[in-house]
């Protein structure tokens, strides 16, 4: 009999509906709280939502999924046939769902493998993407969370933001810190690094600073195939236009998703936000 591992993440991953359809994943929201009014992720609030909500400078915070929301998730992928979970997640130095999961995972009524990707958004989308490929072949858990491992090992993650502002109050800078006295003189080129979001390079405009990423993807994409993404929030013109120039100048590319970035990751990047994940396969 034919092993059957289903694939759970949450809504950071910005998987697109058709590739959540595709292999069956079940993704959790997380939630974003606009003036005390908690909405979930990807369903009661967009990213443009959370966006004019920002530039009208109204209270917005983030949570996690609750353990009993991920219990309820692991309950109906045991009654639809699993016999096996993988719960791939955020960072945990993001945020407290993978905890949650590992609570719910602990009562789940099959065995539950909860993973900390150490990515987020299409960085994390692509781990979860590869484990779902490997879970469609027939592979166990094991093999589905080493395809996984494996592919966030490759993974490389770029930002551009207008402002640390809304990174610096969410607490999600890390190391950045160290960037807050100049960020009114320059633009920060950031990237996603065991787990946090770093300080990478300084640039004086944003042009230039988007011209730098355009660079960096180019050169971590290298000749081999490569899925990349590009993400945005409130910036569409610039997420095309990076877009085409890297189609262009990408050999391998396999696979280009174009879009905007979560309200729960915005929340915490703010508008204009660009930025790009290159993940070799």
């Not at 292999?23 to 990213?47: F, K």
Request: charged share 20%; with cysteine.
């Amino acid at each position: 009999m034919a092993r059957h591992v289903s694939i759970i993440t949450d809504s950071t991953a910005c998987l697109p509906q058709d590739a959540l359809r595709r292999y069956g994943i079940t993704s959790v929201p997380l939630t974003v709280v606009v003036d005390g009014q908690p909405l979930e992720e990807g369903t009661e609030i967009s990213a443009r939502s959370l966006a004019e909500a920002l530039r009208r400078h109204r209270p917005v915070t983030t949570s996690r999924p609750s353990p009993e929301t991920f219990a309820a998730a692991y309950r109906a992928a045991a009654d639809a046939g699993a016999d096996g979970i993988v719960s791939l997640h955020l960072s945990a130095e993001f945020s407290g769902t993978y905890d949650a999961a590992v609570l719910a995972a602990a009562q789940a009524p099959v065995p539950v493998r909860v993973v900390d990707s150490g990515m987020i958004a299409m960085a994390l989308g692509y781990c979860v993407l590869a484990a779902a490929s490997a879970a469609a072949a027939g592979g166990g858990p094991d093999d589905a969370v080493a395809a996984a491992e494996k592919r966030a090992g490759g993974t490389s993650a770029f930002f551009y933001v207008d402002t640390l502002d809304h990174l610096r109050r969410g607490g999600r800078i890390g190391a950045a810190q160290a960037l807050l006295g100049s960020a009114l003189a320059v633009k920060p080129l950031l990237e996603l690094a065991d787990g946090r979001i770093g300080p990478l390079e300084k640039v004086r405009t944003a042009s230039r600073a988007i011209a730098r990423l355009e660079e960096l993807a180019v050169t971590r994409a290298g000749e081999g195939p490569v899925d990349i993404a590009v993400h945005h929030l409130a910036a569409g013109q610039r997420a095309e236009q990076l877009a085409d120039r890297l189609s262009a100048r990408v050999p391998g590319l396999a696979d280009l998703h174009v879009g905007e970035i979560g309200a729960v990751i915005g929340a915490h990047t703010g508008p204009g936000l660009l930025a790009t994940v290159v993940s070799p396969h």
